[in-house]
Structure formats: C-alpha cells, structure tokens
C-alpha cells in the first residue's frame, strides 16, 4: 500500500481504490490480472515508484489526480511503513485496475473536467531505435489484370432486339398453334411478321433479318398448309348449343290435370331405372308439352333413332340401366357437337378434365368427347363408378351434372342420402336440382310419346365403312375421291375438329357403306405424303387446264406434270385431275419478288399475278390503301418466283443528260426474283 500524507491522502486513496475498482467492475473486468502481463510495465523489484513512472503508465489519472502524483513522489522519499511485499502488491493490483479501466472507459474523466498532459521527456535516440518500423518482407500482392464488370447488361443493336422480339413472338405463336389455341397462334404470327416489316429493316439486306423472316413465313405458310391451303387450318368446326343450358335453370307451374294421366301412364310403361311422378317432373312434363319444350323433345326423339342401337349395345356391355340413354336426350338431345355455357362438349357433355379421365383424347385434330361412341363408353363407365360411390342413381346423376363431391358434401351436411331429401333442403346447384326431374320428364314422354301428343319420326341408324388411313389426310381429298361431299364426312366424323384427320396410325375414319374400296384405289395414284396439300378436281365442261390453274392459284405445267398430260391436252368433262396444291418441298420456300408497277396495275391484279393475298402485298410495303402508283417498285414474298423471267433491277437515281450517253433507268417491265 503506497502512503500518503496524513489522514486526507488516505481517504483520497481509499476514494481512488474505489473509483478504480468500479470503473474495472462497470468494463466487466473485475478479477485477478495476469501478474506476468503487470510484471512487464511495472516497477520491478528494487525498483521505485516515481512521479514519472506514474504519468507514463497513467496520464490519465495522474493528469486528473495530482495528488497521486504527489503522494507517489513522497512514498519515494518517505519510510516504508509496510512490508515491501504488500506495498509492491498493492501497487502492481491499482495499476492493473487503473490500467484496464482507463482501456475500457477511454479516460472518459477527461471530458468532465479540464486536464493537462504532462509528458515526460525522453532521450530522442532509444525512442527512435525503439519506434523504428521492422522490415516487412514484399507482400504476396497479384499483379494480373483487373477485370471490369458491368453492372447493366448491354444494349442490343436495333436489329438483334428487333431479331430477338420476333423470335421470342414466333415461338408463343408456334406453343399456341400446338396447344390447339388457334386464334391466339395466328394473331402472334402476324405480329411476329408486321414486327420485321414494319421496323423500318429491309429483311434482304441483314443475313439474319433474312433468314428469321423466311423462316417465320415458310413455317406459318405450311402450318396453314398442312391444315388446308384454304385458310381452314385455324378454325375449328362449328358448335352448337347445348339442350340443357335451354331449360336447367328454368321452373314451370304444374298442371293439376297432368298428374293423374302421368301417374297412370307410369305404371303401364317398362323401365329399369327407378320412375318417380311428383310435382318437380310434372312441372317438366308440362313445359314439354308447350310449342318450345316439344320442339326440344322432338329433336332429340329424331336424332334418337340414329344412334339408338350403339348406345343400348354399350349401356349393355357395361352393365348400367338402358334408361340412362334419356341422360343424354336431356344433355344434348343426342347432338355429338353440343357445347354448354361451363365447356362441357359432346353428346354426353364431358368437361375436359372428366373426359380425360376416362380416356377421351382432346388434341389439336380430334375431341373424343364428340365421337359418339367412345363417350358413350366413357359416361356408362362414370355412371356406374357413381352409382357404386352412392347406391342411388338419383344421387348417381346429380353428381354426373354436379360433380361427386358437390353431392357428397350435401350428404354429409344433411345427413340424408336422398336426392328429393336434398332437393328439399335446397343443398344443391338449381341447375343440379333441375337435372333429375328434367330426365325422368324425358323418359316418361320418350316411352309413350303418344300419350302426350308428341309425334317425332326417329332417323335410321347410318352404317360406315371404316378406314385407317395410317397418316393425315384432308377431307376435301377424302370427299373428291370417293364423290360425297364434305359435310356428310364431318358428319360422319363429328370428333375431327379440323378438316384434315390426324396423323395417327390408329385413327378411324368413317365413310359412307360401300366407299371404302374405291378410297383405297383412288388415294393410291397421290403420294401419301401429299394427302394433307393435294387435292382432287372432277373437270366441267369448257374447263382448261389455265382456269383449272388459275382456280387453285397454280401453273398449268403443274397440273400437267402431275396428271402426265401435255400442257395443251383437252380435258373430258367428269374427268378427275390431281391438284398438287402445294408445290413440291424444294419449291416450299418463299422467294422475293421485285415488281415495278405499269399503268393499268391494280393492287388486286398484281396479287392475283402472284397467287398472294392483296391484304400481304400492302403490308409487305406498308402500304396505307390499294392504290399503286406506276414506277413504284413491290416486295412480294410469293412460291416459285416471278410468273415473267426478265430480269429486273431498282430503278437508279435518274441523271442528267449528255450528248454521249442516253437516258439511264431500268426497264419498265423488270422483274427481279431472289433465292432468299
């Protein structure tokens, strides 16, 4: 323990000893400290203590305590009162603490009161020698080359944005038109063409302008060829409304009368599916029996007799009532191209999902949801799995219409599995609710339609030949080979959605009885692979090959070849002529045609020249209206080039006139044609 002069310098110090130890204990110092670490910047023994040794060590706490200064000065000069042990101990413990709270506090005295630094003077030379840096060997520092790295991705060029635009819109074109959402595919491919004509770019001056723009015309060109060269490819065939959607939603009063004479009717028909006469069918009966509920009655009782025979023989081989036959006289009245407001297509109104899960593929040529047939099958399948899941084929229909979760949830949150339960209780879609009174109207009236005064005379079933064609084939080719027109084939074949069949090995098309043979020996003079873009012409009278060319917008030496005729060959009337429609897949490719206009030329005339559309020819030149004006110089991008071979230049800059030379420009009638 240092001495201090009298009993003042005791308490200071004893004040001291608790600053330190407090401002050690608050730094979350408090213990013992390395007594090597303190042996290093203490006093060692034999050694004393000195003002200076205490300013060096703590400037802090000297500069704001003199009198531990001072105190310190006169324990060098005074006596020891204390052994040298406890007095070196003493000192070595507060210089620790002052030390290591000066450390965590940061002499934060020193902003509370005015302190001046008093620092000892120092021989120069040890100082220096004792702060000279030490050599540091070279640092392993890389020399290589800094690599700059852009924090924004480049700009493109116009022409590679507009490249990369086009191309990014001809492949959402390409997934639509493969998806089947013809619509949506055309509307991209033409933006995808107006994009590259309308840029301000000539597509023949850039090698890649040029090759996207043939690309993206030649593949849409044989997308609309391979689905018929007549622009059929992007519409699919008509449909018509649905009979349910007509009266599913609707209520109808009851006719007291009716109920006696339906009840007594009832009784003396046969059935195998149960037949209830309450108010909900009666109210049914009676709107069928009303000019508009009887042309729907009628219509389907008609159609009936068509497909009457195949429908019993499946309901049969699936072992399900034959009654559900009146299922689909109420959802379609048995019209194969039926589509309800909410999708459902097909004489027994599958939706999509549903279809599918019972094998009814729906590609971008066929629906099997309208091949009579086949859904036949597929709702005798979904009926029966109904009826296991509820026992009940009241509850069996309504979840056909509904679905069977729609049923299963009003069952358990009634308790009653019970359709007219249900009913009752208002648990289900009105349209549901509806469903089953709707169908058992239908089946009462179909088995006594006379009974109710509705006369209907149902059509004869049609027999078929069927044929796999084993790749596709366009109907008109189908339709002209064997002499029948097109309608009675789609008819035939209401799942084809196109007028071409798929190219699928397995596919079956329908043909009229008898006309299968003369199909398999006329389709044999055409190459299978030209059945979806060839066709056949029966020649009329007065007919030459030039108009029969002109019709199909091809050269007569086209049809000649094809047929192996001579080029001026009279043509018997009846005779039949292979039309190649589409040129052979060397000549597929678009070429550029440069075409100066002549006085008389209209657009109409020019596009007809070159078997193009006029529509085309105005956006290939971004024209505003038809009218063409001479010297002006087309762009057309036509099969086979040129119907004229002279050659043909832009007309140059005109120039001035000299007495040697003539007037400088191309010829009127020029015509340039470029392989592209």
Known sequence: MLGGEGGGGQQKEKELDEEVLGRFSRAGKAGSVHREYLGGILPQSGESWSRSHAARFFPCIVSANPWLAESVDRAQAGPYHDDMGQMLGKARYLAAAALVAWVAAGCDDGAKRPVQAHVPAVSTAPTAAAQAPPELPALPLARGVHRNFALLPPVPSGRDYLVQKVSEKFAEGEQNYKAGHLEAARKDFDQAVDWMLESGYDPSSDPKLSELFHRVVDTVYAYELQAFRAGDGFSEAPAVPAAIDEVAEMTFPVDPRLKERAEEAAKNISHD?????????????????TPRGRAIVETGLRRAGRYREMIARVLHEEGVPQDLIYLAQAESAFQPLALSRAGARGMWQFVAYRGQQYGLRHTWWVDERQDPEKATRAAAQH????????????????????????????????GYADFWELYRRNVLPRETKNYVPIILALTLIAKDAAHYNIQAEPESPVATDIVKPGRAIDLRLVAETIDVDVETL?????????????????????????????FSAEIADIPADKWVSWRRHRVEAGETLTSIAKKYRLTPAAIAEANNLERGAALDAGEKLIIPAAQPQAETKRRLVSYRVRKGDTLGGIADRFSVD?????????????????????????????????AAHPRPKAKKRTPNSSASGGSPTANTARNN
Not at 385 to 407: I, R, T
Not at 621 to 638: A, D, E, F, P, Q
């Open 273 to 289: 599916l149960p037949l209830t006469v309450n108010d909900e069918v009666l109210s049914f009966l009676n709107f069928f029996q």
């Open 490 to 518: 789609r008819a035939l074949n209401p799942s084809l959605l196109r007028l071409a069949t798929p190219d699928d090995s397995y596919f079956e098309l329908h043909l009229p009885v008898g006309a299968a043979q003369k």
């Open 383 to 414: 009926l029966r799995d109904l009826y296991g899941l509820f026992g009940d084929w009241y509850l069996a229909m309504a979840a056909y219409n509904c679905g069977p979760g729609n049923v299963q949830k009003a069952v358990e949150r009634t």
């Open 614 to 646: 006029s529509e085309d020819v105005r956006k290939w030149n971004r024209l505003k209206s038809n009218h063409v004006s001479r010297g002006m110089v087309l762009r057309i991008y036509t099969l086979g080039g040129a119907p004229e071979t002279t």
